[in-house]
């Protein structure tokens, strides 16, 4: 069984700053790609992040220069630096991978709410 657990969110003011994190049982990141999703109150789900196997990393570009995307392949987790948040990064955030996005299969997320 594959599980994707997030964590890191919370509440900050606009330019502060959170680490999401990732932790992954039964698929190991450092051999499959691995993504960061967002989806605001109201909006369709949004591509933020993701890293590839080989150590590609690509970012949309709304969060280019302040989030940064990691592995750590001992910890078999992700993360994902935020700094300069802005109310509009405010959504609840997931991990994933191609395979379980393949058949919607979604972990719990964790929330990130940026006030003004």
């Known amino acids: 069984q594959v599980h994707l657990v997030e964590s890191g969110g919370g509440l900050v003011q606009s330019g502060g700053s959170l680490r999401l994190s990732c932790v992954a049982s039964?698929?190991?990141?450092?051999?499959?790609?691995v993504s960061w999703y967002r989806q605001a109150p109201g909006a369709q789900r949004e591509l933020v992040a993701t890293?590839?196997?080989?150590?590609?990393?690509t970012y949309v570009d709304s969060v280019k220069g302040r989030f940064t995307m990691s592995r750590d392949n001992a910890k078999n987790s992700v993360y994902l630096q935020m700094n300069n948040l802005h109310p509009s990064d405010t959504g609840m955030y997931h991990c994933?991978?191609?395979?379980?996005?393949?058949?919607?299969?979604w972990g719990p997320g964790t929330q990130v709410t940026v006030s003004s």
């Open positions: 994933n991978t191609p395979g379980l996005v393949a058949y919607h299969d």
């Open positions: 890293l590839a196997p080989y150590g590609e990393i």
């Open positions: 039964g698929l190991i990141f450092s051999v499959n790609t």
